[in-house]
């Protein structure tokens, strides 16, 4: 006071310092297409909270539910704010959803049937939108993979093969695709032994070899041409060169030499 007299007064009070963190809970982190995405609230206060809503999606659609369930059909980006109150402050979460093209495994095959062997072609012709291919793996049906855009193969053994073509966006969206390669096995021609016949005489020939089709090299001494077991009247020693076709159209050769006496 004026007469330079202190006093002292000791009191108490609390200072409270608020814990208050609001984050965002997501079932998943990324979507291919569309899909299913569930999203919570993750929030620490002391104080009871008195407000809580959610804004997303490109509309800023509102809501005060604690958990989302949404379902997005079109690739894009999908922004989530989460706001928070209690008594003392008021929080914001930010996020969003991105939802990706996936690639198209689109692919060209060359010869998709063919006799055996054969040399395959394989190529890349995949798609995606707002991205880039970074993984190329194709499955050759065979146990061989190769991971190159563009391949070859040859195939020398005959069976049916499911081949299988994948690709993986920067995103890590996937697609594939699958076709069938059929290597088809070779008739065994077999125009039957050489013989020898006297000037003026003929000789049955017989092809075999499970044929749909027999083609002997034309001759004016032969009855026929396109028959297993032509006639055979030659006026020299002649070769008859006969190709087998089966029912997948592989052929193979023979020659059946009939000598002029």
């Known amino acids: 006071d004026n007469q330079s007299c202190q006093q002292t007064f000791l009191a108490s009070d609390t200072i409270f310092i608020e814990d208050f963190a609001v984050d965002i809970v997501k079932s998943v982190g990324m979507l291919c297409d569309s899909g299913l995405v569930q999203v919570s609230t993750s929030i620490t206060s002391i104080s009871p909270l008195s407000f809580t809503q959610w804004t997303y999606g490109p509309s800023s659609t509102t809501s005060t539910n604690n958990i989302l369930n949404l379902n997005i ?3 894009g980006v999908y922004p989530i704010n989460l706001t928070a109150s209690n008594a003392a402050c008021t929080r914001t979460a930010i996020d ?3 939802v990706y093209h996936s690639p198209k495994a689109n692919y060209g095959i060359t010869p998709l049937q063919a006799c055996v062997p054969q040399m395959v ?5 995949a798609t995606v939108v707002n991205d880039s291919i970074v993984a190329y793996i194709w499955d050759l049906g065979n146990g061989v ?3 190159v855009a563009n391949t070859s193969y040859l195939y020398d ?3 049916s093969y499911n081949v299988q073509y ?4 920067g995103s890590g969206c996937v697609d594939s695709s699958q076709a069938t390669v059929d290597i088809f096995a070779l008739p065994i021609a077999n125009a039957g032994n050489d013989t020898i016949i006297c000037e003026g005489q003929s000789v049955s020939l017989l092809a075999t070899g499970g044929g749909a089709a027999y083609a002997w090299n034309a001759s004016a001494s032969l009855s026929c041409t396109n028959c297993p077991n032509p006639t055979a009247s030659p006026t020299q020693t002649t070769d008859y060169i006969v190709t087998v076709t089966n029912i997948n159209g592989c052929t193979d050769i023979d020659t059946v030499t009939v000598m002029v006496n």
């Open 73 to 75: 059909t079109t690739p």
């Open 96 to 98: 969003s959803i991105v």
């Open 121 to 125: 072609q394989f190529t890349d012709s």
């Open 145 to 147: 993979i190769d991971s």
């Open 157 to 159: 053994t005959v069976a």
């Open 166 to 169: 994948k690709v993986i966006a």
